[in-house]
């Protein structure tokens, strides 16, 4: 399924027009599965009808634009920003993976796990467990001895071993180093009864980061899109509830911050006229359609357009 549709009507809160058919197939394409997924699931949920409308339209009016000196091309739309939504959730990704490089410092920071032991309490529970423990973590002296800031991130999968809730947070801290057997036994002192955690050297800036920022572009593993009550019962449990923290010396450091575009752009033509106007025959058009092929083959095959246009 690539293309969702939802009633406009009726909807003062959505200003912006449905979402044509190559527009959802050029920004969700590589997504779909899991899009689907959410869509049924925001819906099973009942959701506010304005949300479900920003979500089934978000990639709508697509325009192509050039910067000023003529290099580079762009796709600006609308977004609906939605947490759920994977080629939103994968623009913030990139967001936070441009963010970590400007901290990372390889002799100082390191990257930590922290898991619950497994149990049929309700996923809510164990989340709101899993971050009051990681709280309780960062006020102790030990913790403090060694570390002095960093950024955490929720991941949730289902276990292959038992098939329980396997929530956890994969912590990336700067300070000094602190042994393995130590964190575990703080952990345990917290927790009462989970021991799983590992604390390990970072190994390239760039791995590390895109590894731990995927969890914000996919927030739940496979595992769990692929069973419907447990997506459910996840998208519930995180409403309103933040995916990634920062915390000491880097409390304040705006993860989700969008570094300032120095480059002006310039509009092209709606990617939809565009394609229309290039295979009428309009030099122009076929140009700009070429150089976006080239950038962009998703694009151009959901416009129809050559992708080999060397």
Known sequence: MTHLTCDLAGNPD??????????????????????????????RLHVNNARLVRFANCGSGAWLERSHDGTDLRVRCNRCHDRWCPACSAERARTLLARLREKLDLTHCRFMTLTLRHSN?????????????FALLRRRADFRAHITGG??????KISDKDGLWHPHLHVMIEGTWW???ELVAAWYAITGDSTICDIRAIGDDDGTAKYVTKYVTKPAHDSVYRDPDRFDELV??????????????????KLNETPD?????????????LAARAK???ADAQRFMCAAARK????ALAYHWPADTS
Request: aromatic share 14%.
């Open 280 to 282: 009428s025959g309009d």
């Open 296 to 299: 962009w083959p998703l694009l």
């Open 121 to 133: 309490t309700p996923l809510t529970a164990q989340i709101d467990r899993l971050y009051r423990s």
């Open 14 to 43: 959505y200003d912006a027009q449905p979402i044509l058919p190559e527009e959802s197939a050029a920004r969700h394409g590589p997504f779909v599965w899991r899009r689907w997924q959410a869509w049924l699931s925001l819906n």
């Open 236 to 253: 519930s449990a995180l409403n309103g509830r933040r995916l990634c923290m920062t915390f000491g010396s880097w409390r304040g450091f």
């Open 179 to 181: 042994a393995q057997k």
């Open 261 to 273: 575009d120095p480059t002006e752009w310039h509009a092209v033509a709606p990617l939809a006229d």
């Open 151 to 156: 950024a955490a991130f929720f991941e949730a």
